[in-house]
């Protein structure tokens, strides 16, 4: 399975390539800056160099031309103002689905975030602003008319312990944490077994081994 993963020198995405190319698939890693070609290479990954806030959906679907399937786990990052939550974390989602729809790579599996759709509209605050744009990525990628078969991941707060390879799932699930490689092995799981089609959910450390977990979602 060749796996096309965008924000690919992100936490979650350095394990998801490592599962990946462990697991005998051919993770792509798409990066922005060429100094982290080594880091994903290192993971098992192939990577490009392309600018998500600087391309087209045509560009992007070259990328993904061939792929079994693309995972969007980019983010402006802690720090980014404003203005890149809408434009990494919101529109790089979007033009992932698009990309993905025009390549016709229908699997599709995006990283959000517990609690997004309880954002302020209101507030001028960044991470309502963050929550703000998760949340009308994920909208955009359910509700547009693109013929894809995608999963939306909804982690709570995510640390850098050991996996445990136990989860809850399901929404609402209110707070919870969840180790970033748990969070990975709930990916490479849902592409692996073709689990959580057309399915968003919360997710959270808890006692479920993921498989089991995923499965009883339906």
């Known amino acids: 399975m060749r796996v096309v993963i965008a924000g690919g020198h992100g936490k979650i995405a350095l394990i998801l390539e490592r599962l990946l190319a462990d697991g005998g698939h051919e993770p792509l890693a798409i990066i922005r800056k060429p100094e982290h070609r080594a880091d994903v290479e290192a993971a098992g990954a192939t990577a490009v160099v392309l600018d998500l806030e600087h391309t087209s959906v045509r ?24 203005e890149r939550k809408f434009t990494v974390d919101r529109d790089a989602a979007i ?8 390549a016709g790579v ?3 599996v995006i990283v959000s975030a517990i609690n997004v759709d309880r954002f302020d509209a209101a507030s001028d605050d960044i991470f309502q602003i963050y929550l703000k744009a998760k949340s009308q990525a994920d909208a955009a990628v359910r509700n547009g008319d693109r013929d894809l078969d995608w999963t939306i991941v909804r982690p709570g ?28 092995a709930v990916i490479a799981a849902v592409l692996e077994n073709g689990l959580a089609v057309r399915v968003q959910f919360e997710l959270v450390s808890g006692d479920a081994p993921i498989v089991e977990a995923l499965t009883a979602l339906g």
Request: glycine share 12%.
């Open 157 to 184: 707060s995510l640390t850098n312990d050991p996996p445990t390879g136990k989860v809850r799932v399901g929404t609402p699930l209110g707070k919870g944490r969840i180790p970033r490689a748990d969070v990975a």
């Open 95 to 102: 033009l992932l689905a698009d990309a993905a729809d025009a």
């Open 106 to 108: 229908r699997r599709l």
């Open 59 to 82: 560009e992007l679907a070259e990328v993904l031309a061939g792929a079994d399937a693309a995972v969007f786990a980019a983010g402006a990052g802690p720090g980014s103002s404003a």
